[in-house]
Nanobody, 119 residues
C-alpha cells in the first residue's frame, strides 16, 4: 500500500487549503484514515481520523470547527479541508491508514505535504 499526499502550499492566515491522500491497493475502504502533522522542532501530532465508513471522525481540539476530514472510497482518496488557517497550522502534513483497532505505528504512511501559513 502506498499513500500519496498532495495539496499543500503557502496561504495567508484565514485562508483555506484542501489536502488529498490517494491510496493504492484494493482494500482502501477497510482502513481508518488519518492526518497528522509535524511542525519544525516539534514531534508529530494527531490531527484527525475517519472511520472506514466515514461515519465517525475524531479531531484534535486545536482544529475542531476549522478542519474537516472526508473520504471517497470509490476513489481511494481521503481529504482534509482546512479553513481559517493560522500560522500555528504550519507543518508537514502526513496521511496514514491503519486497520480498525490497530495503532497508527502498524499502518502505512504517506510522504507528507508542506503547509505554510503566513501571518
Amino acid at each position: 500500500v502506498q499513500l500519496q499526499a498532495s495539496g499543500g502550499g503557502l496561504v495567508q492566515a484565514g485562508g483555506s487549503l484542501r489536502l488529498s491522500c490517494a491510496a493504492s491497493g484494493r482494500t482502501f475502504s477497510s482502513y481508518v484514515m488519518g492526518w497528522f502533522r509535524q511542525a519544525p522542532g516539534k514531534s508529530r501530532e494527531f490531527v484527525v481520523q475517519i472511520s472506514w465508513s466515514g461515519d465517525t471522525t475524531y479531531y484534535a481540539d486545536s482544529v475542531k470547527g476549522r478542519f474537516t476530514i472526508s473520504r471517497d472510497n470509490a476513489k481511494k482518496t481521503a481529504y482534509l479541508q482546512m479553513n481559517s488557517l493560522k500560522p500555528d497550522d504550519t507543518a508537514v502534513y502526513y496521511c496514514a491508514q491503519t486497520m480498525p483497532g490497530s495503532s497508527w505505528s502498524e499502518g502505512s504512511w504517506g510522504q507528507g505535504t508542506q503547509v505554510t501559513v503566513s501571518s
